[in-house]
């Protein structure tokens, strides 16, 4: 296994443990894979957020979200850094779709653990 197969591995069981919070989890859950503070580029503005920017409880009601079908990219990684591209249908129980999102995150190894330093999505309706 090369390097960059050992560092992607890493970079992917961390975007797994952060999908399973987005689905299952809370705000706090989530703040724990991220770097703080944390660059959120939304529709209107780049943010500098000193918590996780949503809260994933809200997004679940709200939208009837119960799962997402992602594909991760890692697209760079080196020994610190890595560039991320994200594609996802977020779904209800009985897996209708409700949006899909395009994502990108960078994600960087402070003290030899990696989370989410930037990131930023879109979303259209299914």
Known sequence: MSRRDVLVTEILAVLHDYQKDLEHGTREDLQKHVHLPVAYISEEKVQMRD????????????????????????????ESKAHVEITATRKREDCS???YIEAFYILQKRSDCWKISAFSGIRTPA
């Not at 918590?51 to 799962?67: A, C, I």
């Open 51 to 78: 918590s996780y920017p949503f809260d994933p409880q809200k997004l679940r009601t709200m939208k009837e979200f119960h799962h997402s079908k992602s594909e991760f990219s890692v697209m760079h990684v080196d």
């Open 97 to 99: 779709p409700i949006e």
